[in-house]
């Protein structure tokens, strides 16, 4: 049975209309999007605490059926994960730590891939019922894939870093807001504040557009158990943090235990990276990504010892420095 549900595409023109507010209402493009000071630079520049949120954010996402599908169908994910992962990190980091223009170009990239991506739900849930019309370029959906993105991440920086004021979660909220308009996503479909945000995302964990099914379910096993061995152990500790974090009825979903003994653990290695943030030198805790994004302020080159380590995570010496 051919079953239609509310489908609003981000067309080309709203994608093209939202980069155009960026470069309108950007101060200095050569700081890019959002800049020093900003709390999106800030919140991402530590990746021992976000990279810790991925297991979670992954989950969340997979959770809608969209996204699962559009995954089997379309993405390298089961292929090659390491190169898919690269991928997403390269114009993550580009569009919150690039110059303007290297963000827009990731955005760009990325909205064409995106059109590629579309098709009829084999799976769905009680909101998008299989047989549905699925697409990666419309509004509900993007909305969702953000949400999970920033939320996942202000818990991870206050879990393993410091607690941020209400303050601090408003500016970052609205700075995310921005992130959006990077996927051509409308003023009109985001949260207007970081209430309604996370009133949004409690709406979304028990609502009817998420579903764990056996589709679901076996993504989530092939994801979280690599093929690769040295990926295996950080990966176990990632459904820790999944666990603890994730909202309840989803992680029950997954089957993940929130028991006593894991929090235990998680809050303990927590300890320690809070105590890790707050007094080792930030040389050894900061994402190469940030301190390039700092040369490029300065008009230098990275160091070596950043070039070093942006090839080994990301498989290039420079993303966004001054000659990327």
Known sequence: MNVQVNVEPITEELFEKQLERL?????????????PGSMMWEINKFPLSGMQGSGRALL???????????????????????????????????MIYGSLDQAIDSARVVYRL????????????????AGSDYMANEIAASVWVHATLWDTAAQMYEMFVRPLTPEEKERYYQETRRFAWLFGIPDEALPKDWTAFM?????????????VNANTKELAGFLF??????????????????????PEKVGKGFGLRNDAVTR?????????????????????????????????????????????????????????????
């Open 23 to 35: 470069r309108r209402e950007c101060k200095d493009p050569n700081a890019g999007v959002f800049g």
């Open 114 to 129: 995106h059109t590629q991506i579309r098709g009829k739900l084999l799976q769905g849930s009680s909101a998008s019922p």
């Open 225 to 246: 158990r690599p093929k690769q061995k040295y990926l295996r152990s950080a990966m176990k500790w990632i459904t820790l943090v999944t666990a603890v974090t994730i």
């Open 199 to 211: 009133a949004y995302n409690e709406r979304m964990w028990n609502g009817p557009d998420l579903q």
């Open 60 to 94: 969340l996402q997979i959770a809608h059926p969209w996204i699962t599908n559009a995954i089997d169908e379309h993405s390298k994910t089961r292929e090659d994960p390491v190169g898919r992962g690269n991928r997403t990190f390269t114009h993550v980091g580009r």
């Open 264 to 324: 235990h653990k998680v809050e303990r290695v927590a300890r320690v990276l809070r105590f890790a943030h707050r007094y080792l030198p930030g040389r050894l805790l900061l994402n190469p990504t940030y301190v390039e994004a700092r040369a490029r302020l300065a008009g230098k080159r990275a160091d070596w010892l950043t070039r070093r380590l942006q090839r080994a995570a990301l498989g290039r010496e420079e993303l966004v420095g001054v000659s990327a």
